[in-house]
């Protein structure tokens, strides 16, 4: 089984921003589809943003233009960068990798945005 292990979460004000990564185990990492997930107080677990095995990127409408998904096969390390963050981003952040043998989430990072 694939281990997560993300990093970079904590408060920030609005306007602000941060960077999350997420590191996974195994050998075969550049083959693996990786997403960002997140999940705020009562609501449901929700797709911000994916990064397919070749680099094709996707968004949640909510974060287009403000947040950055991108990889690094080497460091076996996806990463979300997020600019221009709003309240409205407060949630815990899991990330999540998959092939068609396995399919796996981290433990998840909290995200606050407040004053």
């Known amino acids: 089984q694939v281990q997560l292990v993300e990093s970079g979460g904590g408060l920030v004000q609005p306007g602000g921003s941060l960077s999350l990564s997420c590191t996974a185990s195994?050998?075969?990492?550049?083959?693996?589809?990786m997403a960002w997930y997140r999940q705020a107080p009562g609501k449901q677990r929700q797709l911000v943003a994916s990064i397919t095995r070749r680099g094709s990127t996707n968004y949640a409408d909510s974060v287009k233009g403000r947040f950055t998904i991108s990889r690094d096969n080497v460091k076996n390390t996806v990463y979300l960068q997020m600019n221009s963050l709003k309240p409205e981003d407060t949630a815990v952040y899991y990330c999540?990798?998959?092939?068609?043998?396995?399919?796996?989430w981290g433990q998840g990072t909290q995200v606050t945005v407040s004053s």
């Open positions: 195994g050998s075969s990492f550049s083959s693996y589809f």
């Open positions: 999540f990798a998959n092939s068609p043998n396995f399919a796996s």
